[in-house]
């Protein structure tokens, strides 16, 4: 029988030594992974206790420890009650926490694994707060920025949202906030459609402008947005060619509107 040397062992079986040595690195890492964390303060703690210390530090503002906190509860109690808040309440902390992703996904894990919960208003009107502030950054917040200007994907969203409250919970006591934002982001979703008919207006691409503006009418009704809609169609007609529509428009909002300033250089023709 041939023997192998103890070098031709090694350059021959060199795949078979790095396996030999991952299953040993693997038994090593998962050995201390079960060994007990001596610098985790709650590791002895009562589901009781850990609820508590985290719902402790959401209401101090203590977004981060309360997250902290609420991830090991659901890690070590999966079950219950307490589980059950700590997910909803987690939501709320990542959201405060400027996580907006997180937060959806919470709210959403939350509305499916427990559709008949006595909170599920909350929920959904949680989930319209949290794409309401979608996108908004620290300077937004605290200058006065025209929201109106801002990409509406979030806004949309929020205001289907806030209607969901209004559909399936029309007596809870979070639908009257909802209502309130419903006609803030519509009005914000009529101004938007005007600052687009407005850039075409400028660049030349009448017709986009004059069918931003008949949208706001069909879409937006008794918004502010409307006269400026019709001042824009009245320009975008007559950028066309077509007078007759643009005095026609140009009636509509004179009787309508008739505090309204009339589009520079545009006259009726009687």
């Known amino acids: 029988m041939t023997v192998l040397s103890f070098s031709a062992f090694f350059q021959g079986s060199g795949s078979t030594l790095r396996t030999l040595f991952a299953m040993l690195w693997f038994a090593l890492a998962s050995g201390c ?10 590791k002895d703690w009562s589901v009781n206790k850990l609820y508590s210390e985290a719902k402790s530090a959401l209401n101090d503002g203590s977004y981060a420890q309360a997250i902290k906190y609420y991830e090991k509860l659901d890690a070590r109690y999966p079950f219950g009650r307490y589980a059950q808040q700590a997910e909803l309440e987690i939501a709320y902390a990542y959201y405060k926490s400027d996580e907006p992703i997180l937060a959806l996904a919470a709210i ?12 599920l208003d909350y929920t959904y009107y949680l989930r319209g707060v949290v794409n309401f502030n979608q996108g908004m950054n620290i300077i937004e917040r605290y200058l006065p920025i025209d929201y109106s200007q801002r990409d509406p994907v979030a806004t949309r ?15 809870s006591k979070y639908a009257p906030d909802a209502r309130q934002r419903m006609v803030y982001l519509r009005n914000n979703l009529a101004k938007y459609e005007v600052h687009v008919a407005a850039h075409y207006l400028e660049k030349g691409a009448y017709l986009a402008a004059v069918n931003r503006g008949k949208y706001v009418l069909e879409h937006y009704q008794q ?6 809609a019709l001042k824009i169609m009245v320009q975008g007609y007559q ?4 007078n007759d529509l643009a005095n026609d428009t140009l009636r509509v909002l004179q009787t309508s509107y008739p505090d309204h300033t009339t589009p520079t250089g545009v006259k009726v023709n009687n």
């Open 33 to 42: 992974a079960l060994l007990p964390d001596e610098t985790d303060e709650t």
């Open 108 to 119: 959403d894990r939350f509305a499916k694994t427990y559709p008949r919960h006595p909170n």
């Open 157 to 171: 969203q929020s205001f289907q949202d806030f209607g969901e409250v209004l559909r399936r919970f029309p007596d």
């Open 223 to 228: 918004t502010p947005s409307v006269a400026d």
């Open 239 to 242: 950028g066309m060619g077509m």
